[in-house]
């Protein structure tokens, strides 16, 4: 079925620091969206993101959290700078149709 | 918050046995769906259960739906050992259908 992929799967960075977090969408799908999932807790709608504008926010999706998707490259979000609590697991997923399709996620440790 | 159970819950059975899985919700739904998440991948619709429908099958899989009492419950047929997941319930909401997840149920099959 389609793949949406997430790179990198790992990420360990230093508190403070920058990450950018880097979704491939499957090709024709038009809405896109960000999950965080804390060990062992449900998983979290962070935003989503639909015709270059982000349509809808948590109140996780924090100042510091930003996504955007250039040119119909990479979904990516950006955290900036970075918090002990940001630490989890990131999922990305978009959709055509009604199902969304999620990525394997990106597990983020902040330091 | 959106559900009723906070915290994942666990159940382990033997290949064979039939097992269901309870969600209740709290605000409006059109729609509730099931996810399967396997470890260290992203969530997989599996079942999807419609406000106009009471009941759902895909194999060996039955979703229920009870809008009166805001409760859908998720059956599996003589468990198989590849059955070993957690299974999350979601509902939709939104003009873009951000999805709310319960904490879901990690089941184990087999020892």
């Known amino acids: 079925g389609p793949k949406v992929l997430q790179i990198p799967s790992h990420q360990i960075i230093d508190m403070g620091q920058m990450v950018t977090l880097n979704c491939d969408p499957v090709?024709?799908?038009?809405?896109f969206y960000w999950y965080k999932q804390i060990l062992g807790q449900q998983m979290e709608f962070l935003v989503n993101?639909?015709?270059?504008?982000?349509?809808?926010k948590s109140k996780l999706f924090k100042d510091q959290f930003s996504v955007e998707r250039p040119d119909g490259s990479y979904f990516t979000l950006k955290i900036q700078p970075t918090a002990l609590e940001d630490s989890a697991v990131y999922f990305c997923?978009?959709?055509?149709?009604?199902?969304?399709?999620f990525g394997p996620g990106t597990r983020l440790t902040v330091l | 918050s959106q559900w009723g159970e906070e915290n994942l819950q666990a159940l382990s059975i033997q290949e064979g046995e039939d097992v269901t899985m309870n969600c209740s919700y709290k605000t409006y739904t059109t729609v509730v769906h099931w996810y399967r998440q396997d470890s260290g991948r992203g969530p997989a619709l599996i079942i999807l259960i419609r406000s106009n429908e009471r009941e759902k099958r895909s194999g060996r899989l039955r979703a229920t739906l009870d809008t009166s009492s805001q409760s859908s419950s998720l059956s599996i047929t003589a468990a198989q050992c590849e059955d070993t997941a957690v299974y999350f319930c979601?509902?939709?909401?939104?003009?873009?259908?951000?999805?709310?997840f319960g904490a879901g149920t990690r089941l184990a099959v087999c020892p």
């Open positions: 993101f639909y015709n270059g504008k982000v349509m809808e």
């Open positions: 979601a509902t939709e909401a939104g003009s873009f259908n951000k999805l709310t």
């Open positions: 997923a978009s959709r055509r149709g009604y199902e969304q399709y």
């Open positions: 090709s024709n799908h038009l809405y």
